[in-house]
């Protein structure tokens, strides 16, 4: 076990921003509805007693909010800032961050924007707090809402690895290497994604003796750079990685419009971030099974069952087992209250459903027992709505917990991502990671 890869803690964190959904990608194209946005949004407390944001931050077990009654924002549980595996920060600290962050002027607080010259307002509970300025005046990718997105995925993923480095104990000096697998794409007119996240967060986190880059791949990218942050570590070419990203302001108010229809606050109000450190598996800890990786095969098809067929039977037949070996499965963990009102359903559910119907199709589970397999085998969804985080990772320090004390000796994390969206490729994309003790 000694030589093997695996993962030393991980960190969650969630960022109140009311005041920034109207940039979100949605809302900043209804601007006729902006007043009624306003008016539907919550108090940092009533975010903070959201039973699934205490789930995200590691005060509450997610299994805990199937015996919550729904709707969870209408039961509100007892909301601490600080959780085991990360907290939940206030807007003008958020904002304060971001000007701590900030190396080129771009954030100016206690000032009013001169929209003439490209700058867009920050507003803190309805009234302007500063503002934030253009780079360029015609680079596109220099405008103040797009370099907003992007500080703002560096900000949640710093605030992240700072949790992460504090609470796991780490010396910053341990950390050879940072992968960023935030959705935000950071370059200029002439390579609009070229620029490393993964490095620029390890910068303002202290990681002199870090180098890094970023991984790209919708919604799945996190696992993939899990497979590759283990393998760097298993192969010897660095011995501590941290897997970092941030949160997408292009998601916040993503599906307001049924919130709205429904007389339900807007809780697509929170930035996510994450950190993960990956190196030589401890003696008596779990271990990342890079083994028995799973991977959507471009061969393969788009099809549900040929994507679970790759990223969950493939690595299972390579370790000898069923689907009900595994203990716990963690995959899309969307939160019901945000896609439900929106047409989306209950994604996690949904998934789960598949996965129990083919392994029902397998002899391996009786089709009496599929509506339970979610219940019995996965999770309740408790992630925001922020592509990338939602997918499977949230789940990573509540099983990290369970496999250190021997309460779970299995779990696998699948992802799945959506390559068609940048009009390259039909393909979906899929991967998973299973880790044991």
Known sequence: MSGRAGILGAAFVLEHVPGLVRYGSKPSREHARLPE?????????EALAYPPHQAFIGNLPPEALWDTPRPWWQSPTRGKRRGRFGELMPQREY?????????????????????????????????????????HET??????????????????????LRFLLDSAGVEQDEVEYAIGCGEEAVGDRYQRGG????????????????????????CAAPIHALIEAGALVESGAYGRVVVVAGGSLAKLGMKFQGALERGIPILEDVLAGMAVLVGRAESSGPVMRLDAIGRHRIGSGSSQQALLTDIVLRPLEKLGRKITDVERYSTELHDPEITEPAGGGDVPD?????????????????????PAFGHDYGLPGFAPTQGHIASAVPWLPHALARLNTGELRSTMLMAKGSLFLGRMTQLWDGASITLEV
């Open 95 to 135: 904002y304060e961050l971001l000007a701590e962050l900030d190396q080129f002027d771009l954030v100016r607080l206690n000032s009013e924007p001169d929209e003439a010259a490209g700058e867009i307002p920050l507003f803190d509970d309805g009234r302007v707090v500063g503002a934030f300025a253009s780079a």
């Open 350 to 370: 949904r998934n789960y459903r598949m996965l129990a119907a083919l392994a029902a199709m397998r002899g391996e589970l009786d089709k009496a027992a599929i």
């Open 139 to 160: 680079d596109e990718s220099l405008q103040a809402h797009v370099l907003l997105e992007n500080l703002c995925c560096k900000a949640t993923g710093v605030h992240a």
């Open 37 to 45: 946005v306003a008016a539907a949004l919550r108090t940092y407390e």
């Open 195 to 218: 620029g490393a996240l993964a490095k620029a967060i390890a910068e303002a986190c202290g990681l002199t003796q870090a180098s890094g880059s970023d991984t790209k791949a919708f």
